[in-house]
């Protein structure tokens, strides 16, 4: 992937929360039904039918654009396909959601999805999930409260620190961070366990010293940090970290929050990782393709939700391995000439 270089054009990204369902028609809509492996995929949805999407906290990018694409789901199929997107909190969960079939798509940090096929991690046995495409990266957003006398991780030791929401991807790269940094995370900091809007409420009033956030840029709830507190937080240089962290899992790579984001006085040296759509592998393949199709023709819209759906390309939508692609996207990203 390389180092990548987040200087964002935010502009004035419409903040477009559709109403779950509202795009479809009218009449009854089935739950996306299995897959029967020996009909050849069409890609065409024929019945009416809704798919539950599992994104992640309500000030999230996760969520924000879950909701545009829960709306762009009904255009691109003739009304077949309606979508309904669900606050939660976030990969580990969506994925324990999405397997007991309480969601039908599932937002997910990469080292999370490879941790679930593999059943490792937070995962005792390999999760039945497939992935539908590698979409946008997530920035690892480390946050402190400039009083607070934190300049690295390990300066985090006795402090009140968000790690996120419980079973959250936040929460397990937060764990890992800490540990790279030597600290204990059940131990050596009073950890919050808290999403981001509760987390950012903590920061203005000082009950939280710092905070750890994986989410695309620029992610609205840090937006709005920055912009009631100035210069009363800042961002922590967690790089130094990432040699440790990528021996955990190669998803880790170096990246740059560009200080036009949320109008630091400089660019933030960070830690990134993809992020990837999972289905359970035997959801309708033609349902599968229908999904990751409208990723890809909708995805100005979804940029236009957040810029961070600019990240989306076809270029890397393949690259999903170990978590293997589901056959629905496998035809859909042939047919859209994903290399």
Not at 29 to 40: F, G, H, I, L
Not at 77 to 95: P, R, W
Not at 172 to 188: F, Q, S
Request: hydrophobic share 40%.
């Amino acid at each position: 992937m390389g180092r990548i270089d987040a200087r964002i054009v935010a502009g004035v990204g419409a903040l477009v929360l559709v109403a779950a369902g509202a795009a479809g028609c009218g009449g009854r809509q089935d739950s996306a039904t299995k897959d029967d492996a020996a009909r050849e995929v069409s890609c065409k949805v024929t019945k009416d039918t809704r798919v539950g999407i599992a994104t992640g906290n309500a000030t999230g990018v996760y969520y924000v654009v879950g909701n545009a694409l829960a709306g762009e789901l009904s255009k691109t199929t003739d009304g077949k396909l309606t979508g309904t997107a669900a606050e939660t909190g976030a990969s580990v969960q969506n994925v324990e959601q999405l397997v007991a079939g309480q969601y039908d798509v599932a937002f997910s940090l990469f080292d999370t999805a490879v941790n679930a096929v593999q059943g490792k991690g937070s995962f005792t046995a390999p999760q039945p999930v497939k992935a539908l495409a590698r979409i946008y990266d997530n920035y690892t957003q480390v946050v402190v409260r400039a009083d607070a006398g934190i300049t690295s991780v390990a300066d985090m030791k006795g402090k009140k620190i968000s790690t996120g929401s419980p079973k959250s991807g936040t929460e397990v790269i937060a764990n890992r961070l800490l540990t790279a940094a030597g600290l204990d995370p059940a131990k050596d900091v009073q950890a919050q366990r808290l999403d981001l809007t509760k987390t950012v409420d903590g920061m203005k009033d000082g009950s939280i010293d710092g905070f750890f956030w994986s989410g695309g840029v620029p992610t609205g709830g840090v937006t709005d940090l920055f912009t009631t507190s100035g210069d009363k937080v800042k961002f922590v240089d967690i790089s130094p970290l990432l040699p440790k962290m990528a021996e955990l899992n190669p998803a880790y790579q170096a990246g740059t929050i560009g200080k036009d984001i949320y109008r630091t006085p400089a660019d933030v040296p960070t830690i990134v990782v993809p992020n990837v759509l999972l289905v359970r592998d035997n959801l309708d393949a033609d349902v599968a393709c229908a999904i990751t199709r409208t990723v890809f023709d909708s995805k100005d819209a979804l940029a236009q939700a957040n810029p961070a759906a600019k990240g989306i390309e076809l270029g890397n939508a393949r690259k999903t391995d170990p978590v293997p692609l589901h056959r629905g996207a496998e035809r859909a990203l042939s047919d859209l000439g994903a290399s």
